[in-house]
Protein backbone atom coordinates (compact mmCIF):
# COMPACT_ATOMS: atom_id res chain seq x y z
CA UNK A 1 0.00 0.00 0.00
CA UNK A 2 1.37 2.95 -1.26
CA UNK A 3 1.06 5.70 1.26
CA UNK A 4 1.55 9.72 2.25
CA UNK A 5 2.79 10.73 5.69
CA UNK A 6 1.82 14.63 7.51
CA UNK A 7 1.69 15.91 11.02
CA UNK A 8 -1.76 15.94 11.34
CA UNK A 9 -1.43 19.60 13.31
CA UNK A 10 -2.40 21.77 14.10
CA UNK A 11 0.49 23.72 13.18
CA UNK A 12 0.13 27.57 14.44
CA UNK A 13 2.51 30.47 13.48
CA UNK A 14 2.50 33.75 13.97
CA UNK A 15 2.01 36.20 11.04
CA UNK A 16 5.04 37.21 9.32
CA UNK A 17 6.61 33.89 10.35
CA UNK A 18 7.76 30.60 8.15
CA UNK A 19 5.21 27.93 8.34
CA UNK A 20 6.94 24.65 6.91
CA UNK A 21 4.71 21.63 6.55
CA UNK A 22 6.49 18.12 5.68
CA UNK A 23 5.91 15.06 3.98
CA UNK A 24 6.91 11.64 3.42
CA UNK A 25 6.12 8.80 1.21
CA UNK A 26 6.70 5.63 1.10
CA UNK A 27 7.07 4.44 -3.06
CA UNK A 28 10.58 4.64 -4.00
CA UNK A 29 9.22 5.20 -6.90
CA UNK A 30 6.88 8.32 -6.51
CA UNK A 31 7.70 11.02 -9.54
CA UNK A 32 5.77 13.99 -9.03
CA UNK A 33 4.47 15.70 -6.16
CA UNK A 34 1.61 18.20 -5.16
CA UNK A 35 0.35 20.14 -2.86
CA UNK A 36 -3.33 21.38 -1.58
CA UNK A 37 -4.69 23.92 -0.23
CA UNK A 38 -8.24 23.35 1.39
CA UNK A 39 -10.22 25.94 3.18
CA UNK A 40 -12.78 24.81 5.60
CA UNK A 41 -15.54 23.48 3.85
CA UNK A 42 -14.11 24.18 0.58
CA UNK A 43 -12.66 21.66 -1.95
CA UNK A 44 -8.79 20.96 -2.81
CA UNK A 45 -6.56 23.47 -4.72
CA UNK A 46 -3.69 23.17 -6.15
CA UNK A 47 -0.99 25.18 -5.46
CA UNK A 48 2.45 24.00 -5.94
CA UNK A 49 3.74 20.95 -8.12
CA UNK A 50 7.39 19.61 -8.22
CA UNK A 51 8.70 16.70 -9.71
CA UNK A 52 12.80 17.47 -9.26
CA UNK A 53 15.37 17.24 -6.36
CA UNK A 54 15.54 20.48 -5.07
CA UNK A 55 13.15 24.06 -4.40
CA UNK A 56 10.73 25.44 -6.33
CA UNK A 57 9.83 28.76 -5.46
CA UNK A 58 6.33 30.49 -6.85
CA UNK A 59 6.00 33.79 -4.57
CA UNK A 60 5.44 33.31 -1.06
CA UNK A 61 5.50 29.54 -1.51
CA UNK A 62 8.27 26.93 -1.80
CA UNK A 63 8.56 23.12 -2.53
CA UNK A 64 11.17 21.60 -1.41
CA UNK A 65 11.63 17.98 -3.17
CA UNK A 66 14.62 15.06 -1.46
CA UNK A 67 13.90 11.61 -3.05
CA UNK A 68 16.36 9.71 -1.70
CA UNK A 69 15.14 10.75 1.73
CA UNK A 70 11.24 10.52 0.37
CA UNK A 71 10.25 14.34 1.78
CA UNK A 72 8.73 16.85 0.12
CA UNK A 73 7.98 19.55 2.18
CA UNK A 74 6.03 23.23 1.39
CA UNK A 75 7.52 26.44 3.23
CA UNK A 76 4.91 29.74 3.47
CA UNK A 77 6.92 32.47 3.67
CA UNK A 78 5.53 35.45 5.25
CA UNK A 79 2.23 33.63 6.53
CA UNK A 80 -0.97 35.71 6.62
CA UNK A 81 -4.10 34.69 8.40
CA UNK A 82 -5.46 33.60 5.21
CA UNK A 83 -2.96 30.92 4.75
CA UNK A 84 -4.82 29.12 7.63
CA UNK A 85 -5.85 25.96 6.01
CA UNK A 86 -5.75 22.53 5.88
CA UNK A 87 -2.26 21.40 3.25
CA UNK A 88 -2.85 18.07 1.61
CA UNK A 89 0.31 16.70 0.13
CA UNK A 90 -0.05 14.59 -2.93
CA UNK A 91 1.86 11.87 -4.64
CA UNK A 92 1.76 9.91 -7.67
CA UNK A 93 3.92 7.10 -9.29
CA UNK A 94 5.68 7.06 -12.61
CA UNK A 95 4.02 3.81 -15.30
CA UNK A 96 0.55 2.51 -14.76
CA UNK A 97 -1.93 4.13 -12.13
CA UNK A 98 -2.64 7.86 -12.37
CA UNK A 99 -3.81 7.79 -9.35
CA UNK A 100 -2.71 10.93 -6.62
CA UNK A 101 -2.66 9.10 -3.33
CA UNK A 102 -2.94 11.70 -1.00
CA UNK A 103 -1.45 12.31 2.85
CA UNK A 104 -4.51 13.36 5.63
CA UNK A 105 -3.57 17.04 5.93
CA UNK A 106 -1.66 19.12 8.20
CA UNK A 107 -4.13 22.28 9.62
CA UNK A 108 -2.25 25.07 9.63
CA UNK A 109 -3.37 28.38 11.84
CA UNK A 110 -1.48 32.06 11.54
CA UNK A 111 -2.37 34.09 14.26
CA UNK A 112 -2.70 37.86 13.36
CA UNK B 1 -9.82 26.90 -16.68
CA UNK B 2 -10.70 23.74 -16.67
CA UNK B 3 -14.31 23.39 -14.37
CA UNK B 4 -15.58 20.53 -12.47
CA UNK B 5 -19.19 20.90 -11.57
CA UNK B 6 -20.81 18.84 -9.18
CA UNK B 7 -24.94 19.26 -9.08
CA UNK B 8 -25.29 19.95 -5.36
CA UNK B 9 -23.15 22.17 -3.04
CA UNK B 10 -25.57 20.61 0.25
CA UNK B 11 -27.90 17.47 0.14
CA UNK B 12 -30.27 15.72 3.01
CA UNK B 13 -31.53 11.92 1.88
CA UNK B 14 -33.16 9.55 3.98
CA UNK B 15 -31.98 6.25 4.55
CA UNK B 16 -32.43 3.85 2.56
CA UNK B 17 -32.47 6.34 -0.58
CA UNK B 18 -31.19 5.92 -3.80
CA UNK B 19 -28.62 8.79 -4.70
CA UNK B 20 -27.46 10.68 -7.30
CA UNK B 21 -24.66 12.58 -7.00
CA UNK B 22 -23.30 14.05 -10.77
CA UNK B 23 -20.21 15.36 -11.90
CA UNK B 24 -19.37 17.26 -14.63
CA UNK B 25 -16.35 18.72 -16.40
CA UNK B 26 -15.68 20.79 -19.78
CA UNK B 27 -12.56 20.35 -20.72
CA UNK B 28 -12.56 16.70 -22.17
CA UNK B 29 -10.71 14.79 -19.46
CA UNK B 30 -10.43 11.10 -19.75
CA UNK B 31 -10.12 10.58 -16.16
CA UNK B 32 -12.59 11.58 -13.56
CA UNK B 33 -12.32 10.59 -9.86
CA UNK B 34 -15.04 10.49 -7.25
CA UNK B 35 -13.48 10.44 -3.21
CA UNK B 36 -15.24 11.33 0.02
CA UNK B 37 -13.47 13.05 2.58
CA UNK B 38 -14.05 12.95 6.31
CA UNK B 39 -12.28 14.19 9.52
CA UNK B 40 -9.21 12.26 10.68
CA UNK B 41 -9.83 10.15 7.46
CA UNK B 42 -8.64 11.85 4.75
CA UNK B 43 -9.64 11.69 1.28
CA UNK B 44 -10.62 8.26 0.11
CA UNK B 45 -10.82 7.33 -3.10
CA UNK B 46 -14.58 5.59 -4.13
CA UNK B 47 -13.93 4.84 -7.97
CA UNK B 48 -12.59 6.01 -10.83
CA UNK B 49 -13.05 5.94 -14.47
CA UNK B 50 -10.30 6.30 -17.19
CA UNK B 51 -12.52 6.39 -20.35
CA UNK B 52 -16.60 6.21 -20.98
CA UNK B 53 -18.13 3.25 -19.86
CA UNK B 54 -14.96 2.07 -17.84
CA UNK B 55 -14.77 1.89 -14.24
CA UNK B 56 -12.72 0.72 -11.64
CA UNK B 57 -12.81 0.64 -7.58
CA UNK B 58 -11.13 2.47 -5.72
CA UNK B 59 -10.03 2.01 -1.87
CA UNK B 60 -13.89 1.99 -0.54
CA UNK B 61 -16.30 1.00 -3.21
CA UNK B 62 -18.89 -0.69 -0.83
CA UNK B 63 -22.08 0.71 -1.02
CA UNK B 64 -21.29 2.80 -4.43
CA UNK B 65 -21.40 2.35 -8.14
CA UNK B 66 -20.91 4.85 -11.00
CA UNK B 67 -21.76 5.55 -14.55
CA UNK B 68 -20.08 7.11 -16.86
CA UNK B 69 -22.01 7.12 -19.78
CA UNK B 70 -20.32 10.06 -21.49
CA UNK B 71 -16.92 11.69 -21.12
CA UNK B 72 -17.57 14.65 -19.35
CA UNK B 73 -20.19 13.46 -16.95
CA UNK B 74 -19.49 10.98 -13.61
CA UNK B 75 -22.36 9.64 -11.50
CA UNK B 76 -21.48 8.28 -8.34
CA UNK B 77 -24.63 6.32 -7.06
CA UNK B 78 -25.67 5.38 -3.56
CA UNK B 79 -27.57 2.25 -3.58
CA UNK B 80 -29.61 2.48 -0.67
CA UNK B 81 -28.15 5.61 1.57
CA UNK B 82 -26.79 5.07 5.00
CA UNK B 83 -25.89 7.22 7.80
CA UNK B 84 -22.43 6.36 7.66
CA UNK B 85 -22.47 7.79 3.98
CA UNK B 86 -22.66 11.39 5.58
CA UNK B 87 -19.71 12.75 4.27
CA UNK B 88 -18.18 15.12 2.08
CA UNK B 89 -17.87 13.86 -2.24
CA UNK B 90 -15.57 15.46 -4.28
CA UNK B 91 -15.40 14.82 -7.60
CA UNK B 92 -12.19 15.23 -9.50
CA UNK B 93 -11.16 14.98 -13.36
CA UNK B 94 -7.59 15.06 -15.19
CA UNK B 95 -6.12 14.76 -18.31
CA UNK B 96 -4.75 11.48 -19.58
CA UNK B 97 -1.75 13.05 -21.95
CA UNK B 98 0.71 13.76 -19.08
CA UNK B 99 -2.12 15.19 -17.29
CA UNK B 100 -2.64 14.16 -13.94
CA UNK B 101 2.02 14.30 -13.39
CA UNK B 102 2.03 17.35 -14.49
CA UNK B 103 -1.20 19.10 -13.49
CA UNK B 104 -2.38 16.92 -10.38
CA UNK B 105 -6.33 16.29 -10.64
CA UNK B 106 -8.93 19.38 -10.50
CA UNK B 107 -11.45 19.26 -8.05
CA UNK B 108 -15.48 20.07 -7.88
CA UNK B 109 -16.38 22.55 -5.47
CA UNK B 110 -17.92 19.20 -3.29
CA UNK B 111 -21.11 17.99 -2.87
CA UNK B 112 -22.04 17.69 1.43
CA UNK B 113 -24.51 15.02 2.12
CA UNK B 114 -25.95 14.21 5.34
CA UNK B 115 -28.47 10.95 5.31
CA UNK B 116 -30.62 10.71 8.41
Known amino acids: QKEVEQNSGPLSVPEGAIASLNCTYSDRVSQSFFWYRQYSGKSPELIMS????GDKEDGRFTAQLNKASQYVSLLIRDSQPSDSATYLC????????????FGKGTKLTVNP | DVKVTQSSRYLVKRTGEKVFLECVQD?????MFWYRQDPGLGLRLIYFSYDVKMKEKGDIPEGYSVSREKKERFSLILESASTNQTSMYLC???????????????FGSGTRLTVV
Open chain 1, 90 to 101: AVISQGGSEKLV
Open chain 2, 92 to 106: ASSSSAQGPRVYGYT
Open chain 1, 50 to 53: IYSN
Open chain 2, 27 to 31: MDHEN
